[in-house]
């Protein structure tokens, strides 16, 4: 195996992008693509989309990398469908590299969004809603419950619970959205997150401590796909791995 295939096997794109950069007969496009990937996953998404605008000019790009490009303009915008599947990809990434404190970090990021999205949603009544916009910020978010919905909760996940139960209680889709969310696994992975480095504490976090919480590790990915299919979030799923096979693809041609 090569170095190449070793650095995005484990989607590391800093590490593939050093590697190629100052290799004259490397293209260009391949390292200007690692290069936007390096600050995507950092989740620099204006950075990484004004790394690589220009190759859309290139008009001989294929339309595996024309999809992958109108993607990153997505994320750089803010568009939901393609902040969350970039966000659960990122998630599944943690996982697989095991870096599990930074998983349940994801996963409690993964659930605050989710819940200030669908907030939002029924707040405004409207679909088109993006993250670039300062509405659904946190404190924009808790003004909103304290002033118009008299929910005073400073814990901005328990706010929404909240808010849901008290106003949507009727709705099927909300409560499948809690049910979901809000299990008792689930807030076991928050409480795994809460007492390690990316919480308040110091408690470090194994693989076993995942399967006792949850039993199929992967059943928690599978869990979150179920959430996004009941608000309508489309998702785009192992879009890295794609990335990785064109790369590797365009890598192989220019041999």
Known sequence: MSVLDYSLGRYDYSGAYRLLKDIDDAPQSIVCI???????????????????????????????????????ESLAKGVPDAIFSELLENTRIQLENERYIDFVSRIYRLKEAILKYVFIRYHIEKNKVTFSSEVLSKQSILKILRKK???????????????????????????????????????????????????????????????????????????????????????????????????????????
């Open 34 to 72: 690692l290069d936007g990937c390096r600050y995507a996953a950092n989740f620099d998404f204006k950075t990484a989309f004004e790394t690589v605008r220009a190759l859309k000019d290139d008009k001989d790009m294929d339309i595996p990398m024309k999809k992958w490009l109108d993607d990153m």
């Open 149 to 255: 919905y008299k929910i005073f909760n400073p814990n901005l996940s328990y706010a929404i619970t909240a808010y849901l139960q008290k106003y949507h209680n009727n709705d099927w889709r909300c409560n499948q959205l809690i049910h979901l969310i809000n299990s008792d696994k689930m807030n076991a992975l928050m409480d795994l997150r809460n007492a390690s480095i990316a919480g308040h504490g110091f408690k470090g976090i194994e693989r076993k401590d995942l399967i006792m919480i949850y039993g199929s590790i992967d059943q928690i990915i599978e869990d979150f796909v179920k959430v996004f299919s009941e608000i309508n979030v489309h998702l785009q799923r192992n879009k890295y791995d794609r990335l990785n096979r064109y790369i590797l693809e365009m890598m192989a041609k220019n041999k």
